[in-house]
C-alpha cells in the first residue's frame, strides 16, 4: 500500500516568500522549473514540494509513494470501492511530477 508522502503541491501567488521559507528556514534547494512552478528538494527525490504561482494559497495535490504497480491498483480499487472516482493519468502529467505512473481522485475538500 502507501510507503510515503511522496511530494506536496500547493497553489500561491507568494512564491518569494515560499523560496524564503522553504529555501532559507527548511534548507530545501530552490530548482527553478521555469513557467509557473518552484520546486524544492531535500533529498534525492528530483521534488518534494511544488509552488505554483496561482491565488488560492491553498494545497492542490499530495503525491503518496507506492512501492510497486500492484500496490497503486490495489489503493486505487479501493478508492473506488469507497465512491472516489480514480482517474489514470497521462504520462506528460507523470512526467512533470517526476513518477513512473499516476492516479488521481478528489479528496473531500476538493483537491
Same mark, same amino acid.
Request: overall charge negative; charged content about 25%.
Given at each position: 500500500?502507501? !510507503?510515503?508522502?511522496?511530494?506536496?503541491?500547493?497553489?500561491?501567488?507568494?512564491?518569494? *516568500? =515560499?523560496?524564503?521559507?522553504?529555501?532559507?528556514?527548511?534548507?530545501?534547494?530552490?530548482?527553478?522549473?521555469?513557467?509557473?512552478? !518552484? @520546486?524544492?528538494?531535500?533529498?534525492?527525490?528530483?521534488?518534494?514540494?511544488?509552488?505554483?504561482? %496561482?491565488?488560492? *494559497?491553498?494545497?492542490?495535490?499530495?503525491? =503518496?509513494?507506492? @512501492?510497486?504497480? %500492484? *500496490?497503486?491498483?490495489?489503493?486505487?480499487?479501493?478508492? %473506488?470501492? @469507497?465512491? &472516489?472516482?480514480?482517474?489514470? @493519468?497521462?504520462?506528460?502529467?507523470?512526467?512533470?511530477?517526476?513518477? %513512473?505512473?499516476?492516479?488521481?481522485? &478528489? *479528496?473531500?475538500?476538493?483537491?
Amino acid at each position: 500500500m502507501i !510507503t510515503a508522502l511522496s511530494y506536496l503541491g500547493v497553489r500561491s501567488d507568494k512564491t518569494d *516568500d =515560499w523560496r524564503a521559507f522553504a529555501g532559507l528556514n527548511l534548507g530545501m534547494q530552490v530548482l527553478d522549473r521555469g513557467g509557473k512552478n !518552484t @520546486a524544492f528538494r531535500m533529498d534525492n527525490q528530483a521534488q518534494r514540494l511544488i509552488v505554483s504561482d %496561482e491565488p488560492g *494559497d491553498t494545497l492542490a495535490y499530495l503525491g =503518496w509513494e507506492v @512501492a510497486q504497480k %500492484e *500496490d497503486m491498483d490495489i489503493l486505487a480499487a479501493k478508492l %473506488e470501492a @469507497a465512491g &472516489h472516482k480514480v482517474v489514470q @493519468a497521462n504520462k506528460a502529467l507523470a512526467n512533470r511530477r517526476y513518477v %513512473e505512473d499516476l492516479i488521481y481522485c &478528489h *479528496d473531500p475538500a476538493g483537491n
